[in-house]
Every structure is written in structure tokens, then in C-alpha cells.
């Protein structure tokens, strides 16, 4: 059953949390001191919670709508599917392990779906090996928080998600003539949009990130760390494995032009000069 916790809040039982939760939902005036830096990106955003524990679902949804977001909740994938076809939805956080479709098949199904194709999603699951996070953003996960894990930390990183959606919108207010031009492939970093051989190509906003940072040096070599840093942040805890993926995951979808993206051993990538892709 889909809930909407800003209506459901006294139906929770949480012992004592049931009475805080409450008032915290009347008193949110209160709250917004607490969550400045927050709006200041993103406003009050929209979360979808997809998870069938219903434990951890309230627990989840009661420190998201502490932290000043809306939050919907479904308990399968075939419902949170139905959610974002009904509602406006800013990010989806998902779990993996779920009855019915699991976690990678919805992600991979938002993904292929115009609509949401850009939809931040981040990945929670009980699965904490370095196969499975690489799993999961090779699906199209814009983060990945194993379980257990802090809510403090749940939340940092859903914010961090949320900067990065924000900064990708003020990126659109840029002039549209500020683009990246290459031989059948044009990047225009305002609409993020990405063009090759004329023809749309939908990325992710990790992708778009990486295209973007290496297309705009053309020549120059960036380390794993330094994309690390450019997409995620200063300490991000992700493997260079993860940043392997990513870029194997865009040059599959460039096709032909993917080529334009080398590997320097042992060091990281590079974005090969016109010169250097017309030899």
C-alpha cells in the first residue's frame, strides 16, 4: 500500500517517537532553522521510499521528514512504479532485496523511461560488497548506502544527491550557445544534453558529469580520484572500481564515439584532441 507520511504521521507507532513525530510535522516552522543549508539547494524535496521493511521504512521516513523533506513510501517496486507516475517525485531512495521486481530491475526500468531517466536514485540494501555497490550504480544508482547504516549518514548523502540535481538545473539557466563541440558529438552543458551523430543520448548525471569534466580538457589526464572528486565530492567513500563502470557504461552509449574516451594505465582517462581521433 502507498503511504504519504506528511497524512499518516500519528497512524506510526514508535513509542515516544509517535508523539515527537506529530508535533514535529505541526511545528516545522521550527525545523527549517535545522535544514537551511538544505533549502538553500533544494527546497522541500519529494522523496519516494521503496522499502518492504516496514520497520525500516518508518524509521527511514521518520528522520527524511525530521530533516524538513516530503516523503511517500511503497512497499514494492510495482508500487513505486505507480507513485512516480502519480506524483512529483525529486529523489528515489530504493532498496534492493525487494518482493516481486527487485531493486536493479526497477532501476534499470526508471532508467530507460524518458520521464525519469534523470530521477536521482540511491540504493540502500543489506548488500555491502564492492561487486554489489558496482552492481548497483551500473543500473544507474546515483549512490549506493549499505545497511546498517546511520541516519545522519543516509541523509548527507541524499543531500549531496540533491546539490548535485540542483547545480545540474542552474547549469541549464547557462546561455544555450556555451557548448562543447567535437565531430558528431556536441555537449551542451546547459540543457545537459548530449548529442551524437545529431541524435539525443540520455545519460546519467554521473555520466554527463565525467563526459563533461574529461571533453572540456581535451588532452589532459585525470586521475580516478580527481573524477571522484569532481562527481561526488572531497572523501567520497567509492571505490576507483565504481569510476571504471562509469565510464564503461558511457562509452557503451556513445557508441562509435566512445573511442574518444582513452585509458591511461595506471593513471586514469583522458579525452582524446579532434587531431588525435582523426588518425
Same mark, same amino acid.
Given at each position: ?9 500519528? #497512524? ?17 516552522? $521550527?525545523?527549517?532553522? $535545522?535544514?537551511? &543549508? ?8 519529494? &522523496? ?14 521518520? $528522520? ?123 555537449? #551542451? ?12 543520448? #540520455? ?77
Amino acid at each position: 500500500m502507498v503511504k504519504s507520511f506528511l497524512f499518516l504521521a500519528r #497512524h506510526l507507532r514508535f513509542g515516544k517517537i509517535e508523539l515527537i513525530f506529530d508535533n514535529e510535522i505541526q511545528v516545522s516552522g $521550527n525545523i527549517k532553522k $535545522n535544514r537551511t &543549508i538544505v533549502e538553500n539547494f533544494v527546497g522541500k524535496a519529494s &522523496i519516494l521510499v521503496i522499502e518492504d521493511d516496514l520497520d525500516i521504512q518508518q524509521l527511514v521516513s521518520y $528522520n527524511l521528514i525530521k530533516a524538513g523533506f516530503n516523503v511517500s513510501c511503497a512497499d514494492s517496486g510495482e508500487e513505486g512504479l505507480q507513485v512516480l507516475q502519480n506524483e512529483s517525485i525529486d529523489l528515489l531512495l530504493l532498496d534492493l532485496m525487494l518482493p516481486g521486481k527487485d531493486g536493479m530491475e526497477i532501476c534499470t526500468m526508471i532508467r530507460k523511461k524518458a520521464a525519469t531517466a534523470s530521477m536521482p536514485i540511491v540504493m540502500m540494501t543489506a548488500k555491502g560488497e564492492e561487486e554489489d555497490i558496482v552492481s548497483g550504480l551500473a543500473a544507474g544508482a546515483d549512490d549506493y548506502v549499505p545497511k546498517p547504516f546511520s541516519p545522519k549518514i543516509l541523509i548527507a548523502r541524499i543531500q549531496a544527491v540533491l546539490r548535485r540535481r540542483q547545480e545540474k538545473k542552474n547549469a541549464e539557466q547557462k546561455p544555450a550557445d556555451e557548448k562543447i563541440i567535437y565531430p558528431s558529438l556536441v555537449i #551542451h552543458p546547459g540543457r545537459y544534453e548530449v548529442l551524437v551523430e545529431g541524435k539525443q543520448v #540520455h545519460l546519467t548525471t554521473t555520466e554527463f558529469t565525467i563526459l563533461e569534466q574529461l571533453a572540456s580538457r581535451p588532452g589532459w589526464v585525470f586521475s580516478r580520484r580527481q573524477l571522484i572528486d569532481a562527481i561526488r565530492g572531497y572523501d567520497y567513500l567509492i571505490t576507483p572500481r565504481a569510476i571504471d563502470v562509469q565510464i564503461f557504461g558511457l562509452r557503451k552509449k556513445m557508441g562509435q564515439l566512445g573511442s574518444y574516451i582513452e585509458t591511461v594505465r595506471g593513471v586514469g582517462y583522458r579525452f582524446k584532441t579532434e587531431e588525435e581521433e582523426e588518425q
